[in-house]
């Protein structure tokens, strides 16, 4: 069936540095993708978003970069802080025609920041 | 104003017995979705349901699995004798409203485990 997929599952910067979160998706009827942040313990918190008519959107600190030719999600978020540290997921919005929240996400990747 | 609000926040519970969940939408939310996330996994999709109604139930499995979410009171999430599979953290989403962008709000989640 149709997913979300991320890259990477692990990544490790250091405080201050930019990063950049991978995600590729393979439905390319999706029109509509979100990035979450998990915090251990925690319920996904809503980062930012895009719809595909959009290549870029930016927030504070944040940005997600779409690519629909080869269909892929990036975020990146600029001068990382520890609080950053986190699981992030890309989730598609699977719409079959309908509208609501029913998300498809990603698997996951664990960013570490070091002080 | 409180956010979605999930109880209990721990659930163990020996195979064979039930397991009820429970999720309190924010407020002024009148749809509610249930989400299973496995350990080292993204977020999957179980239902979808507005106040009396469940609008899409095709990430429930077929059998011990049921949700409901009443007139009055929380949304409940129950599964009938459970069996160790069954073990995951439930979480639970609200949005205000049937549209397009929809934000989801998710909760703390319930970590069910099965002995």
């Known amino acids: 069936g149709e997913s979300v997929g991320l890259h990477l599952p692990t990544l490790s910067v250091q405080e201050g540095d930019n990063s950049i979160i991978n995600c590729a998706y393979s439905?390319?009827?999706?029109?509509?993708f979100i990035w979450y942040k998990q915090e251990s313990g925690k319920g996904p918190q809503f980062i930012i978003d895009?719809?595909?008519?959009?290549d870029k959107r930016q927030g504070q600190r944040v940005t997600v970069l779409l690519n629909k030719t080869v269909k892929h999600l990036s975020l990146q978020i600029a001068a990382t802080q520890p609080g950053d540290s986190a699981v992030y997921f890309c989730a598609e919005k699977s719409d079959g025609g309908t509208s609501y929240g029913k998300l498809t996400f990603g698997q996951g990747t664990i960013l570490t920041v070091h002080p | 104003n409180a956010g979605v609000m999930q109880n209990p926040r721990h659930l163990v519970r020996r195979r064979g017995q039930e397991a009820r969940l429970r999720c309190s939408p924010m407020?002024?939310?009148?749809?509610v979705y249930w989400y299973r996330q496995l350990p080292e996994e993204g977020l999957k999709f179980m239902v979808y349901l507005q106040k009396e109604n469940i609008i899409d139930e095709s990430g429930m499995p077929k059998e011990r699995f049921s949700a409901e979410f009443p007139k009055e009171g929380p949304s409940i999430l129950r599964i009938q004798q459970v069996v160790r599979g069954d073990s995951a953290a439930y979480f639970c989403?609200?949005?205000?409203?049937?549209?397009?962008?929809?934000?989801?709000?998710f909760g703390s989640g319930t970590q069910l485990s099965v002995l």
């Open positions: 407020k002024g939310h009148s749809h």
């Open positions: 989403a609200s949005s205000p409203r049937w549209g397009e962008n929809e934000k989801l709000f």
């Open positions: 439905n390319s009827a999706s029109d509509y």
């Open positions: 895009i719809r595909s008519n959009m």
